[in-house]
Nanobody, 118 residues
Framework: QVRLVESGGGLVQPGGSLRLSCTAS????????MGWFRQAPGKEREFVAS???????TYYTDSVKGRFTISRDHTRNVYLQMNSLRPEDTAVYYC????????????WGQGTQVTVSS
């Protein structure tokens, strides 16, 4: 079973930057993809970005294109570099992974709070 742990959230002023990290643990880890979702108060959880584990293709929701960058290293870590942050980016950010054979995202972290405010 895969366990995902996020870190790097916090309070930042509008226009600032944060880098989120997600580390996976478990006996075997070879996902199809990893991604980031977020959930703001009173709203549904929404897709932010994802990266294919093989090949590294990336995908972003329109509102973060040009500001956020998802990346991975060659071990068990995925990152979300967030620049030019806006108050509307405030949310709990969740790391997720999709296992081989799974039809959708099937492992989730506990989330990390990102607050953009002056």
């Amino acid at each position: 079973q895969v366990r995902l742990v996020e870190s790097g959230g916090g309070l930042v002023q509008p226009g600032g930057s944060l880098r989120l990290s997600c580390t996976a643990s478990g006996r075997t880890f070879s996902p199809v993809a990893m991604g980031w979702f977020r959930q703001a108060p009173g709203k549904e959880r929404e897709f932010v970005a994802s990266i294919r584990w093989s090949g590294g293709a990336t995908y972003y929701t329109d509102s973060v294109k040009g500001r956020f960058t998802i990346s991975r290293d060659h071990t068990r870590n995925v990152y979300l570099q967030m620049n030019s942050l806006r108050p509307e980016d405030t949310a709990v950010y969740y790391c997720t992974s999709q296992a081989v054979g799974a039809s959708n995202w099937n492992s989730w972290g506990q989330g990390t709070q990102v607050t953009v405010s002056s």
